[in-house]
């Protein structure tokens, strides 16, 4: 009698239905043991696989590979997973640490039981999530969602469309979101821009820190001076969170308080602090200490407005304004 799997891999090769639609149907039927491969208890990987490029449902053994990892199906990886570059429309496992080198792109589903170290490019339109810390040294696009209890440490520059949800998010250089973040502790960034909604448990802190810019009144200082450079040579990917913080400490305290608030507004439960404050449509709980401030509508401080140099507060708002040296 003909199987399961030889009936759809002979519609596969005939053209009647795609590598696509034979993925998705080998996927749903192995999720309901519906496969010749299950029978009897025994799982055993079936679809196509050549090197570390997977179709259908497969799982091995982690190990350390030249070969760039593939997968349009589905992939459990038993143990740590070192490879050049990674690939994943599909659904992947690692049971360990994850490590790669170069490129990364997930439109699929990845999902790592350790520390996620990315060393490239990454561009994440699918999920993403980790119970470790998860590392960018270069440059993340992510349109998709992140999802980690640990912190996300960004070398370069974090742009998210999509969504986020960490213990705390430390980069670099830039972070610019149009999408949603939702951050347990502390943000700190050299350059930090969002024109979409958040919240902080503790404290943002950088050297220019824009939210909600385009709802400004007005603007009373000329712009900020260049900000300040990080240290350049990062050789190792899990030395790049002392760097980071290292580098911001110099410039900003390090805060550590309570719980997020609710998204629809930017909300900051700590400290707002840097060199030049821009912000609208932010409730902060504390203070906004900066060189120059600036406030648009819709701004709430609990706190003290502490500033060096300018400050430019829109007519009717109500709040506690300090210079300080």
């Not at 840097?274 to 609208?280: H, L, P, Q, R």
Request: aromatic share 6%.
């Amino acid at each position: 009698m003909t199987s399961l799997e030889e009936k759809l891999r002979q519609k596969l090769e005939s053209g009647e239905i795609s590598q696509e639609e034979y993925d998705d149907l080998m996927s749903k039927f192995d999720n309901y043991d519906l496969l010749s491969s299950n029978v009897g208890g025994h799982h055993h990987p079936h679809g196509k696989q050549k090197g570390w490029k997977f179709t259908g449902s497969h799982s091995v053994k982690g190990e350390e590979t030249n070969e760039s990892v593939k997968v349009s199906g589905k992939l459990s990886v038993d143990g740590p997973l070192k490879c050049p570059e990674m690939k994943v429309s599909g659904s992947v496992t690692i049971n360990g640490d994850l490590t790669v080198l170069e490129t990364t792109k997930i439109s699929g589903k990845l999902t790592v039981q350790g520390e996620g170290k990315f060393g490239g490019y990454t561009a994440i339109s699918g999920k993403s999530s980790s119970t470790g810390n998860m590392y960018f040294t270069e440059d993340m696009k992510l349109s998709g969602k992140i999802n980690t209890p640990s912190d996300i440490i960004v070398g370069k520059s974090a742009l998210i469309s999509g969504k986020i949800h960490a213990n705390s998010l430390k980069s670099k250089g830039l972070v610019k979101i149009s999408g949603g973040i939702t951050v347990e502790t502390d943000i700190l960034s050299d350059e930090f821009y969002c024109s979409g909604f958040g919240s902080v448990g503790g404290n943002l802190s950088g050297n220019l820190i824009e939210i909600s810019k385009k709802y400004r009144e007005k603007m009373v200082m000329d712009d900020p001076e260049e900000t300040i450079r990080g240290t350049e040579g990062i050789d190792s990917i899990p030395e790049l969170g002392d760097i980071l913080t290292k580098v911001i400490k110099k410039f900003v305290p390090v805060f550590n308080m309570g719980s997020f608030g609710n998204p629809g507004i930017f909300r900051v439960n700590g400290n707002i602090e840097g060199k030049t404050v821009d912000v609208s449509h932010t409730e902060v709980e504390g203070d906004i200490i900066a060189d120059n401030v600036l406030l648009g509508p819709g701004v709430v401080v609990k706190g003290v407005v502490q500033y060096r140099e300018t400050i430019s507060v829109p007519d009717g708002l109500e709040i506690e304004v300090q210079q300080i040296s």
